[in-house]
């Protein structure tokens, strides 16, 4: 049950128990109170009869007894008026008294024994009738008889009743009133701002941090509101500072994965390097020798280029290899990226023009310094402009830019300044499962057409080494975008970042 039912329910009925019981008190004093009046008006009726028939009496004048009662019945017929004499014998009443004779005709006597009077309320609840029964004296005291007053009590009963009726639409007005008042109070200052709180929480619970509950008042509620919010912002930053811890754990763990992969491509590679690197040289040179030979036959010469070919191409691979897996230490200094970026350009123009393809570059003025390796810089954009000329078609388009640009390591951690370097070719592009793993040893969307696979890998590898970072987006048959994020020359020798 909502609170609000259980508090509109507790007034409700606290409103009835008080406004009820003071109902029925009001009821009781008007009921008393109508009683007194009505009790005082009949007594004194009885007792102006009571001097009446006194004076008449005690004159010799009983006949006038009986013209008392006949103009008594023409004012007020509902009044019984008995008179009795000094042995309780009844000698006159009024019209239509014969049912009221057995309410007084018991008190007369007892009236006349006590020389007292006798007022009783009779009927049920006492709201029938009101007897009056007063005695007769004569000059020296002595008992003359009684006179006896019946009053029905219909109107009385019929003013209860009224006053009743009204006390009860008045106490049920009231009740529903305060009720309806005091519902309304709690569904604005209770319950709304309850369901509001629960609906924040419910988002918090379903990972939304930044909600917040508006406090609207400076009572219970709304403080209650700002320590909610209070709550939520803590608990957003302990959500950044854990989202933040794991993904650093993540890279952390993805550095150990790619350190002990080059561990292992360094063994390799070092291997490869001794076993096949002398006879590789003597083989490639032999066959050097006979393709350089004029009287051989056409066909031999031919099968000696390509023997030149391929011992170049493992020669290449192992270079490589060796490349990834020992780099030598970068000699950073603080440069104008533009400059070894341009030189790759012209570097390429060259081979754009071979194969048909438009290289365009577009370098922005007044780029900022970057604390990087000039070296490292340059083999990162050739290595992005060889594979985008290779994945790109006659008469297609290879587009270079430098421009400004803030980034971030990872979407937790705050932007850094940087220049971006993008490449993009309008090429045959890359499917999506491909493009998760382009970045690895080994993999290579041109293993048909001799890539290795380690180029792509070298210039990872370079970008984390500078503490940026990369984004690719590509889709089949409309090209590919590399993006190189690299810090500006403050941001870069400030922080750290894993590789």
């Given at each position: ?38 009790e005082?008006?009949?007594r ?29 019945e ?21 019209l239509g ?44 005291g ?18 209860l ?59 219970e ?36 994965q ?57 020669a ?7 490349d ?20 790759v ?5 060259h ?32 290595n ?48 999506a ?11 290579s ?55």
């Amino acid at each position: 049950m909502r609170i609000s039912t259980k508090l509109g329910l507790g007034l409700t009925l606290t409103s009835a128990v008080i406004l009820g019981s003071y109902g029925y008190s009001q009821l009781q004093k008007e009921e008393m109170e109508l009683r007194t009046a009505t009790e005082q008006a009949s007594r004194l009726l009885a007792t102006a009869l009571q001097v009446a028939m006194e004076n008449a009496v005690r004159d010799g004048q009983s006949g006038d007894v009986g013209k008392m009662l006949e103009s008594l019945e023409l004012k007020d017929p509902t009044v019984d008026v008995l008179v009795f004499d000094a042995k309780g014998a009844l000698v006159a009443r009024s019209l239509g008294s014969s049912r009221s004779l057995p309410l007084v005709e018991a008190e007369a006597v007892q009236v006349m024994k006590a020389h007292g009077v006798v007022t009783r309320f009779g009927g049920e609840g006492g709201l029938d009738h009101l007897s009056i029964v007063l005695p007769l004296h004569n000059d020296t005291g002595g008992s003359l008889g009684a006179v006896g007053v019946v009053k029905p009590l219909d109107g009385l009963r019929l003013d209860l009743e009224s006053t009743r009726f009204s006390t009860l639409l008045s106490t049920l007005t009231l009740i529903v009133g305060i009720s309806a008042v005091g519902w309304l109070l709690m569904l604005l200052y209770i319950q709304r701002p309850l369901e509001r709180m629960v609906g924040a929480m419910r988002a918090v619970r379903g990972g939304d941090f930044t909600t917040s509950v508006v406090a609207e008042r400076d009572d219970e509620v709304g403080e209650v509101a700002h320590a909610f919010n209070a709550m939520v912002k803590e608990l957003g930053e302990a959500r950044g500072r854990l989202t933040e811890e794991v993904e650093a754990r993540i890279a952390l763990e993805a550095g150990l994965q790619r350190v002990d992969k080059l561990v292992t491509l360094g063994q390799l590679s070092a291997g490869l390097a001794h076993e096949i690197g002398s006879p590789l040289l003597i083989l490639g040179g032999r066959a050097q020798a006979l393709a350089a030979r004029t009287e051989l036959p056409e066909d031999v010469r031919r099968n000696a280029n390509i023997l030149v070919e391929q011992s170049e191409r493992i020669a290449r691979t192992v270079r490589q290899l060796l490349d990834l897996s020992r780099r030598k230490p970068t000699r950073r200094d603080v440069l104008d990226v533009a400059a070894p970026v341009r030189a790759v350009v012209d570097l390429l123009e060259h081979e754009a023009r071979k194969r048909d393809v438009r290289l365009v570059s577009e370098l922005a003025p007044s780029l900022p310094r970057v604390f990087a390796d000039g070296d490292g810089v340059q083999q990162v954009a050739l290595n992005l402009l060889t594979n985008a000329l290779r994945a790109t078609s006659r008469g297609g388009t290879v587009r270079l830019a430098l421009a400004p640009a803030n980034f971030r390591i990872a979407p937790s951690l705050p932007e850094r300044a940087g220049i971006c370097l993008s490449v993009e070719d309008t090429g045959v592009g890359i499917d999506a499962e491909r493009v998760e793993h382009i970045f690895e040893p080994f993999f290579s969307t041109w293993s048909e057409q001799g890539g290795t696979g380690l180029g792509l890998a070298v210039v990872k590898s370079i970008v984390n080494e500078h503490g940026g970072t990369m984004a690719v987006s590509s889709r089949p048959g409309e090209g590919s975008l590399f993006q190189v994020f690299l810090p500006v020359a403050g941001e870069a020798e400030s922080k750290e970042v894993v590789a």
